[in-house]
């Protein structure tokens, strides 16, 4: 099973922010999406979670076209995805946050409750469950948005800026959380993030955007190497 971007262009006005992009995310494998603030990668995301339409191309799962589709069809796909910001319900307890997205989901409010413990376990965040969410680090914060996001059981998760904020340590921890998770969910995972030694190390492939453009695609060794990708990020983010 494959979620596909196929010669997608999306215009705001007269902003071109992505222009004829093709993406393949299949099941089993982690992705980065990679390139410069402004590159067009959340619009992309976007595109793919169903939350913006583009002006041309379509996007697919496996050969099902859901371009046209409402966004509340993309879940039912297995489509899921987390925000650069989290946003929790402050006042509820970190369980009910979980909990509220299992409900929203269709489950009871009974296997939500069963459901958010298991992922909370899952997430290391069990002895969280019952405080309020406001008493939250940053870091504990983005993992109640990754538990949210797999209340789909998602085929696709979609990551964007996962490691924003976080120390190396942090990072590293999630490195070996999302591979976790692939392993888990046997899904295919999508990451944005400007974490490159993160992303070199985590992702089997690494697409690279550009004002709005694809200007390379390859396995993390391929990417290293490719002299536009190093001349595009030449003095703000090392491949090295």
């Known amino acids: 099973m494959q979620l596909s971007a196929r010669a997608v262009t999306v215009r705001f006005g007269g902003l071109l922010a992505v222009q004829?992009?093709?993406?393949?995310?299949?099941s089993g494998e982690i992705l980065g999406l990679i390139g410069?603030?402004?590159?067009?990668?959340?619009?992309?995301?976007?595109?793919?979670?169903?939350?913006?339409?583009?002006?041309?191309?379509g996007i697919h799962v496996g050969d099902t076209d859901y371009t046209r589709l409402p966004r509340h069809s993309f879940p039912?796909?297995?489509?899921?995805?987390?925000?650069?910001?989290?946003?929790?319900?402050?006042?509820?307890?970190?369980?009910?946050?979980v909990e509220t997205s299992y409900v929203a989901h269709g489950s009871s409010r009974?296997?939500?409750?069963?459901?958010?413990?298991?992922?909370?376990?899952?997430?290391?965040?069990?002895?969280?469950?019952?405080?309020?969410?406001?008493g939250l680090s940053y870091g504990e914060e983005r993992?109640?948005?990754?538990?949210?996001?797999?209340?789909?059981?998602?085929?696709f998760l979609l990551l964007d800026e996962p490691a924003a904020g976080l120390s190396p340590p942090e990072a590293e921890e999630l490195r070996h959380l999302i591979a976790a998770l692939r392993d888990s969910y046997g899904c295919g995972i999508l990451v944005i993030e400007h974490n490159t030694a993160l992303v070199m190390d985590l992702c089997e492939r690494i697409q690279v955007l550009n004002s709005g453009r694809t200007i390379a695609a390859g396995s993390p060794g391929e990417i290293r190497a490719n002299p536009e990708v190093r001349r595009v990020y030449l003095g703000s983010t090392s491949l090295q």
């Not at 004829?20 to 299949?26: E, K, Q």
């Not at 009974?110 to 406001?134: C, D, H, M």
């Open 20 to 26: 004829d992009v093709s993406l393949t995310l299949a």
């Open 36 to 57: 410069p603030n402004g590159a067009g990668k959340t619009t992309l995301v976007n595109v793919l979670s169903g939350f913006q339409r583009p002006q041309s191309g």
């Open 76 to 97: 039912g796909a297995g489509i899921a995805r987390t925000f650069q910001a989290v946003r929790l319900f402050k006042n509820l307890t970190v369980s009910e946050n």
């Open 110 to 134: 009974a296997e939500a409750r069963r459901r958010s413990a298991a992922v909370l376990e899952e997430l290391g965040l069990a002895e969280k469950a019952a405080l309020p969410a406001a």
């Open 143 to 155: 993992r109640v948005g990754l538990a949210r996001a797999l209340a789909v059981d998602p085929k």
